[in-house]
């Protein structure tokens, strides 16, 4: 008798994420990567275009994480942070306080982006409870994802991702990325009301909302605003974090620096999971007193797992030479020219570029969104070509590894240009 594929095992014992079992899609059987490639059991090699869920920044099995993980294995694998403490979790809170923007200073760790946006939520929230002057109400733009953990979907826009749930979600007032005068009048009336403790915002791009860039004068705009009446601004960085959409974080390009910022994805370049959620002194002493009561009652088992920040460090050393940039650079430029090209298509519209991020809609009629149709044939399609790509709907976007080779790069831009080409127009 065969032995049973991996594809037929999995089949027998997994519920895979984001995916419907019923519409029997088989997952690709991956048994390697390394640079910007996987690898799958027979031998196909596919380019990682969206680095593995936007994470992977410096490509697959890199001799650098891969000896700082396991040299930190050898020396401490997991102590809990609660009453402990170890050298990468200080190393690398010391060194995300160096690169952030001025006035961070004290990072809490968790494990995931909505972990990383809950520990926000919370913070933001218990603020105001510890300094005697409850306030719950929570504000966040519309098309917003900061992930599928409860605080994060509540906070998150809601639609086909959340609509089971919609009961039991906390109520969330929501403000366009416009920041018109109607926007910013509302947004002013809510402030004013004296109940809305935080703002959230993922800056400059929103990303599985549709990676929708925006100019991030509009959270200057409603920034403005909270520092008025107090509210607590948050920065969802858990895709934009690490250069992924320009600079090294989305929020050095507002005029007031966010109170709170929630990195991860980047952090660990996809290796470990790892989150961070990082403040100034103003939020950090409003849970300092000699009272039970005030104290940030939130952890998770795996907070700060040493070989995960160790990792996290060399991730970052890597980030910070010239050749990472160099590399970030080049590719947004080469994105950039491709841009151009595909915006001689009809049958796609709304061409963007921000930092290694490419992205463009198919125009379709009326089948647009997370579910279209288009999603399935565009991945058959790229695969076909040897690339992995996973289209949010009919919304095509690539964010590639940086260490994405020139001739990967090329051939990424010639298959989106053959499919913006062959792409029938909508009639
Ligand atoms: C902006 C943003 N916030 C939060 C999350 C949730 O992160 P995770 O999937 O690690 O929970 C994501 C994930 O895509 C994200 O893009």
Redesign the pocket.
Known sequence: MNRPSLQQRDNSVLWHPFTQAGLRQLPLPVAAARGSKIILEDGTELIDAISS??CCLHGHGRRELIEAASTQFKKLDHVLFAGCTHEPAVALAEKLIKILPAGFSRVFYSD??????EVAIKMGVQLWANQGAPRTGIIALENS????TFG?MSAGARGIFVSPFEKLLFEVHRVSTRADQHDLARFERLCQSGSIAAFIF?PRVQ??GGMIVYDTAAIDRYSEVCERYGVITIA?E??TGFGRTGPDFASSLLTRAPDII?L??GLTSGTLPL?VTVCGEKVFEAFISEDHARTFFHGHTYTANPIACSVALASLELFLTAECSASRQRLEQAHRRCATKLESSPAIENVRVSGTLLAFDCVTEGDSGYLSKMGRSVGDFFRTKGILLRPLGNIIYCLPPYCLTESETDHLHSALLEFATHLPPAT
Do not use: R
């Open positions: 869920w936007w995931n982006g909505s972990t990383a946006v994802y900061h992930g599928d994060a993922e990303g599985a969802d858990v895709m929630c991860s994805k989150a």
